[in-house]
Structures are given as C-alpha cells and as structure tokens.
C-alpha cells in the first residue's frame, strides 16, 4: 500500500461553506452556526482510496474575505490540491473564481490539480440556482478540471468531491 501526504486549500468568497464543507468531510458535522474564519483554519483526515492507497490530507480553510488576502502566499506555500468553491445561490460567488485560481496560480507558481465546486445544493430547490450548471461545466473543463455540486448541510456528494481531488493529487504525482 503506497502513503501519500497532501496539502489542500479551500478557497472562495466569503460564506460559501469552506468551513461547513471541511467540517462535513472531516467530521461528518454540519453547524449552522460557524464563525468567519479569521486566516486559516486546517484539519487532517486520512482516507484510503481503492485499498491501496493511503492518502493523509491535511485541508487548510483560507479566510474568503479581502482583509486577509496580504495573508494568502504563506498559506498556499506546499500545497498539492485546491478545491475552488463558490455558492450555488449567490452568482457574484461564482464570479469571483477566476480571480481565486489567479491568485493561487500566482503565488505557487505552478499547475496544480483543482474542482470547483458549487456548494448549498440543498437551497437550490428553495432560492434558486444562479447560474446554469452547463456553463460552469464548460468553464472547468476548459481548466483542465472538472465542476462537482455539493451540499455541506446534507453531505451530498462532498466526500465525492475529495476522493476525485485527491486521485487526481496522486495521478499528478506520479
């Protein structure tokens, strides 16, 4: 069995559900009560993929507002996988990815596996989606990457959403 150790950021706009998505993967809890995370906040799971692969992911929250931003380079140092997340309700969210993948870009200076992920499916059917999941379909696919839709509040497909991340970690390298 081969061991693996890797480094992810969570990154979006503010109140996406970084946090909510990190503790339902991690934990397996969902609060609605979380407080704006302030820098970073990181938790570890390992996860076995295929029962042969170990795969230790350390999972860092980087804070979503500007206020923070002059923090961002040191917490992107070493990191081996992103998960790029926007809120399915909110388009302005969605907006705001591809000034998140050129800052991260930016700062590592090198390609790097990533998933967008539109988060709060469960509020789609209540408030609406913003955007049309076709386009953001195409938009990750023209990234070199794919797009999955989660829930943090019920789980749908966050654990998902890490087990492709992290096989794609793996693939990358190898």
């Not at 499916?121 to 609406?128: A, E, G, I, R």
């Not at 955007?131 to 497909?157: C, F, L, M, P, W």
């Amino acid at each position: 069995m081969k061991q693996y150790s890797f480094k992810i950021l969570l990154l979006g706009a503010p109140a996406v559900g970084k946090t909510s998505i990190l503790y339902r993967f991690v934990k397996n809890e969902f609060s609605r009560d979380y407080i704006t995370t302030i820098g970073i906040n990181y938790l570890i799971k390992e996860i076995t993929l295929e029962s042969k692969n170990i795969a230790k992911l350390v999972i860092w929250d980087v804070a979503g507002q500007k206020k923070f931003k002059f923090l961002h380079k040191q917490y992107y140092e070493g990191t081996q996988g992103a998960l790029i997340i926007f809120d399915l309700t909110r388009l302005n969210t969605y907006e705001e990815i591809e000034q998140w993948l050129s800052e991260m870009f930016g700062i590592l200076n090198e390609n790097i596996p990533f998933i967008i992920i539109g988060n709060k499916l469960d509020l789609v059917k209540d408030v609406s989606r913003s955007i049309d999941n076709k386009v953001v379909r195409e938009y990750a696919e023209g990234k070199d990457s794919i797009y999955i839709e989660t829930s943090a509040k019920t789980g749908e497909n966050v654990e998902e959403a890490f087990r492709e991340l992290t096989q794609r970690m793996i693939k990358y390298a190898s």
